[in-house]
Nanobody, 126 residues
Framework: QVQLVQSGGGLVQAGGSLRLSCVFS????????MGWFRQAPGKERDFIGC????????QTADFVKGRFTVARDDAKNTVYLQMNSLKPEDTAVYYC????WGSGSGIFRSEAYPYWGQGTQVTVSS
């Protein structure tokens, strides 16, 4: 049973940085693509970024490109979301997600990920 445990959220001033962590357990981490999503109150869950099972490909959404970076450390079974130059509109609950590589469901859609972290609140004050 795959489990994802998140940490690292909190309150930060605009322009500041945060790093979210997501620890994977219950299966072979290096066989899973990892994604990050966020959901603000009253809005849909949005794709933020992803990284493939072997780390060869990563992508971030246009509205965070140049500010957010996705990375993984297979030795620690952990995926990270580094967030710099945070803006008040980045305020949301952030989720990590996992999918087995080769599932063929795509890596940009939330529906393609069967495993989810518990979510962590990020609040950016102006």
């Amino acid at each position: 049973q795959v489990q994802l445990v998140q940490s690292g959220g909190g309150l930060v001033q605009a322009g500041g940085s945060l790093r979210l962590s997501c620890v994977f357990s219950g299966d072979t981490f290096s066989k899973h693509n990892m994604g990050w999503f966020r959901q603000a109150p009253g809005k849909e869950r949005d794709f933020i970024g992803c990284i493939t099972w072997n780390g060869a490909y990563s992508q971030t959404a246009d509205f965070v490109k140049g500010r957010f970076t996705v990375a993984r450390d297979d030795a620690k079974n952990t995926v990270y979301l580094q967030m710099n130059s945070l803006k008040p509109e980045d305020t949301a609950v952030y989720y990590c997600a996992a999918q087995l590589w080769g599932s063929g469901s795509g890596i940009f859609r939330s529906e393609a990920y069967p495993y989810w972290g518990q979510g962590t609140q990020v609040t950016v004050s102006s």
